[in-house]
């Protein structure tokens, strides 16, 4: 430090200014490029207004105008008949979305879906009896989280039927709820993706799931199917180039890490996989979504979106704008 000196010209403790800002180049503020512009700003929606009034009535900046992005994506994919996946965790289905994922895949917007391991549980008990998730805190103190007799017994016996005959879990669990007649089944995703012919795909982690508990559990089962599903995913995934869509709502780990083995397989059968749109939707910004969904799958071309907000306000904004725009 002994020998550092400073410059007498950059001595902060003179009293004279040694810049002279009366020589900075200005220009007229008209001939700048901005950002913002008042023809994006939001107006007021009337009392009473149709929710294309409302959703014209957002500003055309950040978060909405990537909202729009993503419906003119799918909009856009629906109209050229190109494909439009949909992979969610479980929490799409606890929140009471199932309805308006349903809705879409009626009217073939959505043409394949994925879930995790979860997601079967709770499709399947708002099937079997209109209500689902536990008190886990309070049931965990005395070990009867999880142990709900019917979901276990009916979930386990559907995946090994369906192992037999060579099915996939989705399939499999889809099918059981049409066959027995369920009595909420017009709620459920699986049924209607099976009664559709939709695929609907199910990627298990051994062991996340409460039915893994159980005795009925059958592991040889649950990872053929399981297996099945991935196979089947990996073809949806092969057609989702040149305009197709993939949407990842509110899977942290499991489903983009299955996406991008998905793509890396088809890519490596010659199916190349790219410009395409990918989006993802959650309460909070992952990694693996960020970099699996988003970000690697489309840097051989392609957008990709992240929202970040609640699924059960996001969502159904989303499906209602999607609704309008087709």
Known sequence: MGGLTVPARLCYNRHVPTLDVTKLKTYPAGSRKSKVSVDAFASVCRKGGSFRQFYQSLPRFLAAKELEAVVEAIALAHRR????????????????????????????VISAVAINGAGIVHDFELAFMGSTSEEVASALADGSFGMAEETHTLLNQAIREGARKGWGLGQSVGRMILKRRLPYRNLSVLATCAQAGVPATVHVAIGTDIIHQQSTADGAAIGRTSLADFRRLTEVVATLGGGGVAGNLGSAVILPEVFLKAVST????????????????????????????????????????????HHELMIPLLVRAIIERI
Do not use: C, Q
């Open 266 to 309: 088809a890519r490596n059968l010659g199916h190349p996989v790219k410009d395409l749109t990918t989006f993802d939707f959650d309460m909070i910004r992952h990694y693996r979504p960020a970099e699996n969904v988003l970000k690697r799958p489309t840097l051989l071309g392609g957008r990709a979106i992240h929202i970040t907000g």
């Open 81 to 108: 008949r190109k494909t439009v996946l949909w992979m969610f965790g479980a929490h799409v289905i606890k929140v009471g979305l199932s309805p308006l994922l349903i809705e879409l895949i009626r009217r073939k």
